[in-house]
């Protein structure tokens, strides 16, 4: 199995362009089930969709090959479907489709407790009855023998797929669909954007209440391809690199305007950047002294959940005591152990937060990545440490960043994929 071995300490300089956004194209793979085959048979929606700047990373290889394995019975594939968490995209839109659906429980990243009650309350709410299969215990069953209604449905705890697989059923229902307290993530506009380019009728997309209008069954008709936006994740990750390792460093394709809390932690710690156009630049953040800083994870425009390791990384160069504060998923602290044995000083209070000291001198050691964002943070953690670091199952990290090893190769760092 592939791994990675890092030599820390080396500035980084150049430039390094954002790639294609995972968390934007993968809602927009799923919604071709949506959409009527260009005269071909009922079930040809396999392939329909066409997107540039489609990240070539593994959670949209996976997509590709869900869909491509789903047929007019609606089972999604059990061993495709245990590998990321989007697996649940297609569900509601294949419900809506064929008025039944079944699919194991998601799998992916292991960052705590992840229930799919927000989807199964949504659905059920519109008319769906659900159970778990005789057959497997943990897969799911879904029928619709009446079809879909519109309903006015209120999420009890915000969700990104949540709204988006609510908001892929909606279209295809019968009557308006009104869905409350949704998520504001760029992601939700987005996709609902290119679904109204291609005949639906979603508005209030980007605010807390969405409406959509169903169409009783009748399906989408390609029109309008979808241009992958810059991954935001991405781009956060890689101004974190540039704050503690940038020497004339120009990082390309930055979306500032969805990062506004994380660029505000960013200064607060005494980064120095320059935004000029949609590049940002770092000029001489090598081993700068960075200030302690408290963070708590939120939905958009609070700082990303997502980008929560990476900044703890930084954090442990900073001076004086940091707070981390994850609020959104249970679990997701749990990199720290490693951290510390790399020679960080962090106190896990509870699953929700933790405690910085910095700054710490960190040395290389052998980690294995639990998911896609730990797996980044080791990384970053790798190249700022003293000595050689390796890095196991980075299929996780190939999920979400796309040869992330040569292209941080590019602008200085050494990294080998062996």
Known sequence: MAKFLIKGGRALEGEIKINGSKNAALPVLASSILFSALGGPASGWKNIIEIENLPNIEDTKRMKELLDKLDADGKIDYEIAKKFRASILPVGGALARFGKVSFPHPGGCVIGERPIDVFLDGW????????????????????????????????????????????????????????????????IKYLADFLNANGAKIAGAGTTTIKIEGRSGELLKYSARFTAPPDRIEAGSFAI????????????????????????????????????????????????????????????????TDLQAPFTVLLTQADGQSLVHETVFEGRLNYIQDLNKMGSRITLCDPHRAIIYGPAKLFGRTMESPDIRAGLAFIIAALIAEGESTIENIYQIDRGYENIDYRLCSIGADIKRV
């Open 124 to 187: 059920k709410a519109m008319g769906a009855k659900t159970k778990l299969s005789e057959n497997v215990p943990t897969d799911y069953v879904i029928t619709a023998p009446e079809g879909l209604f519109g309903v006015d449905y209120t999420f009890k705890i915000p969700s990104v797929t949540g709204t988006e697989a609510l908001i892929m059923t909606a279209v295809l229902a019968r009557g308006t669909t009104i869905l409350r307290n949704a998520v504001l993530e760029p992601e």
């Open 241 to 304: 690199l540039g704050a503690l390792l940038g020497k004339n460093l120009r990082i390309k394709n930055f979306v500032a305007e969805e990062l506004p809390t994380f660029l505000a932690l960013l200064s607060n710690v005494g980064a120095e950047y320059i935004i000029e156009n949609k590049d940002l630049i770092f000029i001489n953040s090598y081993k700068k002294t960075l200030r302690a800083s408290n963070v708590i994870t939120k939905e958009f425009p609070g700082f990303p």
